[in-house]
């Protein structure tokens, strides 16, 4: 356990108990790097025991300390889980079994690079029971993907997809990403038709990020290659609002589309700020007043000696969340329940603060109030940035 956290071991475990939690796993390795990756990963193969050792014991100590709490929501994320062999993700799911309570789980995601899967992986996988697989394709174009470092092509990417169908994976996403240099953003909308009619039921939308230092920030920077404007990004993703739901998919989060029923539920706990606990290097939890992040130099973590983040959030921060991550939901936030929220923890002038500041966009139609509730327009979805940096 973080020392830091050690005095409020028995005010965690009793967060633990209150809902069942998400648990995030994260695995670092990848094959290669993307150009645009600042992720905490790395391509070291003989780290692979000692990362899945600790991340097992990681399992068994959180699971004694919490009481074998139940959980709801199963991560593997990474990097490449995909990159596991079948041995490995039997062990780490069975940990997971062992140290949690498993039994009111409803969703076991997998993250997977198309360039990594094979059926009779998939086909173990499932069998494991892990029964939602997102797809990391970003851009069925092959000279982007190829400008993007993936290790995968179009064809593979469809391939992967049309083999998880196959194994019988009934929850299937997809990434795409907007904003590449050189992307025609009309190709956008045709790669998400492609991945929905090849079955894709879930299609999340990516802005490529590139806040921090990597190989393709430096081509940018230094002229060698540009990115979409800003307009040009805009129109995209106005265009991807009205033609998803035309493919069946509808929004329930700003970058998030799924057939009915499809939606991430272990994704949905971030925006409703419910309970989870993430481990591995840099993996983020957060429980009861308490949020921490694991140390993110590998080594390090592996032998207990990496630094962690630890915040314990005050009633205004974490009152602030509700609506800063709430808003990005298509259903909105029950701004009444808020204001209730606020009054029990005399916070109120705080809520009347974000009212004043919100009205300027309720009049302009990025916001709308219907009722209680609280929620983007669709051109608000465009703006929300802007929005939603008053409760930060």
Not at 29 to 36: I, K, Q, V
Request: proline share 6%; charged share 25%; net charge negative.
């Amino acid at each position: 356990m973080i020392p830091a956290l050690s005095p409020h071991a028995p005010a965690l475990r009793e967060a633990a108990r209150r809902e069942p939690l998400g648990l995030y796993l994260h695995v670092p390795f990848c094959r290669d790097r993307c150009t645009y990756c600042s992720f905490v990963t790395t391509r070291d193969e003989l780290l692979k025991a000692a990362v899945l050792g600790q991340l097992r014991r990681q399992l068994l100590d959180w699971g004694q300390l919490l009481g074998r709490p139940a959980v709801d929501t199963l991560y593997l994320g990474g990097g490449t889980p995909s990159l596991l062999s079948a041995r490995d993700l039997a062990e780490l799911t069975g940990a997971a079994a062992e140290a949690f309570d498993l039994a009111t789980l409803e969703e076991a995601t997998l993250e997977a690079n198309p360039g990594t899967l094979d059926p009779a992986w998939l086909e173990q996988a499932l069998h494991l029971g892990w029964d939602r697989i997102s797809l990391g394709v970003q851009t069925l174009d092959d000279a982007l993907l190829g400008r993007l470092g993936r290790i995968h092509d179009g064809r593979t990417a469809l391939e992967a997809l049309a083999w998880a169908r196959a194994a019988g994976f009934t929850r299937v996403s997809a990434d795409l990403m907007v904003g590449i240099p050189g992307q025609d953003l009309g190709r956008v909308l045709a790669d998400a038709g492609t991945l929905v009619r090849a079955g894709a039921n879930h299609l999340s939308i990516y802005l490529l990020d590139l806040d921090k230092a990597c190989p393709l920030r430096s081509q940018v920077d230094t002229g060698k290659l540009v990115l979409p404007s800003e307009d040009e990004v805009a129109d995209v993703f106005e265009a991807l609002q009205e033609e998803l739901p035309r493919l069946g998919l509808q929004p329930y989060e700003i970058s998030n589309y799924a057939a009915p029923g499809q939606a991430s539920r272990h994704n949905n706990r971030y925006w409703e700020r419910r309970p989870y606990l993430g481990l591995g290097p840099s993996a983020a939890s957060q429980l009861g007043d308490w949020r921490w992040t694991e140390s993110g130099v590998i080594p390090a973590w592996i032998e207990d000696r990496g630094s962690a983040e630890v915040q314990e959030l005050d009633p205004a921060e974490a009152l602030a969340e509700i609506p800063l991550l709430g808003l990005r939901m298509h259903r909105g936030v029950d701004w009444e329940a808020l204001r209730a929220r606020g009054r029990d923890r005399n916070l109120e002038p705080l809520v009347d603060g974000w009212e004043a500041q919100l009205a300027p966009f309720l009049q302009h139609g990025l916001l709308l109030r219907e009722g209680p509730v609280l929620r983007f327009t669709p051109r608000g979805m465009l703006l929300s940035n802007g929005v939603l940096q008053i409760f930060v």
